[in-house]
């Protein structure tokens, strides 16, 4: 119990030094238990990539969809997918995670949106 009061009286390079190890382990512990990076991020692993789709390019940035077919241990199969920004010298990843149900939600949506 020591320990528990010791986190009080550190240095702030000490504690700071906690708060990513912290961080740190998160990460990799979600990274193992899911098998991936990605599968870390989404919290569940990737059964397969569906596909993609390149959306269009601003300036020096491109975009692209990706969908991804997830399993999760103990619950519903799920939808993920994966918006990716990429320019020069730079990437962005988000991570976005759906139900079934919103998925087939979305699907209609975007067919709406079409003119479908």
Request: charged share 20%.
């Amino acid at each position: 119990m020591e320990w528990f009061f010791q986190l009080f009286t550190m240095s702030g390079a000490g504690f700071f030094a906690l708060i990513f190890a912290l961080i740190i382990g998160n990460l990799i512990y979600r990274m193992m238990r899911h098998g991936s990076i990605k599968g870390g991020l989404y919290g569940a692993r990737i059964d397969r990539e569906v596909g993609s789709v390149k959306g269009e390019t601003v300036g020096l940035v491109s975009k692209q969809l990706k969908v991804h077919q997830l399993s999760r241990q103990g619950q519903e199969a799920a939808v993920g997918l994966e918006v990716v920004a990429k320019s020069f010298a730079s990437f962005k990843t988000l991570p976005v995670v759906l139900s079934r149900t919103d998925a087939r939600r979305l699907a209609k949506m975007l067919q709406r949106a079409a003119g479908d």
